[in-house]
């Protein structure tokens, strides 16, 4: 059975840029699949002033943004995502960064529950789960929950991953269980 994780804060990310200005140029709820083509290709953010900005691999908010690097990971797995090329500028630093805003497959038909451990055991079990747990036939899709979108990535992802060092690449290993009986390519 294949392990996923989801995507999550790190320290690292803390000095991460913080775009500004966002509202009015960018439309957050067209990152979808059906949506996505109201995108502009490319979009250029100025980031808010600071000393401590490092432009991270992983950007997790407003929106996920990526790097070329973690692009090209995605790329060698020929999964099903489309993009829109995302620039950053620091004008105090004097530097800019090429990102890329993705979008991946969504599902509503799974539930994300996380996984704990205590000196190497798990002690989490899902509280009252009415579903199966799942196999995806995916490398890196997304969850959405009531709440939020949740980014799962298989283990062999996460590993090509941390082969080329990401930098700013936080998980948490989950588990995924149906939750209708819709069965489409979320198998």
Not at 123 to 138: F, H, I, M
Request: charged share 30%; net charge positive; aromatic share 12%.
């Amino acid at each position: 059975m294949t392990k996923y994780f989801e995507l999550q804060d790190t320290p690292e990310l803390k000095y991460a840029p913080r775009v500004k200005n966002l509202f009015g140029k960018f439309d957050i709820r067209n990152i979808r699949l059906e949506t996505y083509p109201k995108l502009p290709k490319r979009q250029v953010f100025f980031i808010e002033p600071s000393d401590q900005n490092i432009f991270t691999d992983m950007i997790l908010s407003p929106f996920l943004m990526i790097s070329p690097t973690v692009m090209d990971v995605i790329r060698m797995y020929k999964e099903v995502c489309f993009y829109r090329e995302i620039i950053l500028i620091d004008q105090l630093q004097r530097r800019s960064q090429l990102y890329f805003l993705p979008v991946f497959d969504e599902t509503k038909a799974l539930q994300v529950v996380g996984k704990e451990y205590s000196h190497g055991i798990c002690v989490s079990e899902p509280a009252g789960q009415q579903g199966e747990t799942v196999t995806v036939d995916k490398n890196i899709f997304w969850v959405r929950d009531p709440f939020r979108r949740h980014t799962i990535v298989s283990l062999d992802l996460v590993e090509s991953l941390i082969r080329r060092e990401v930098f700013g690449l936080g998980l948490k290993e989950v588990e995924l269980y149906r939750k209708t009986e819709e069965r489409s390519i979320w198998r």
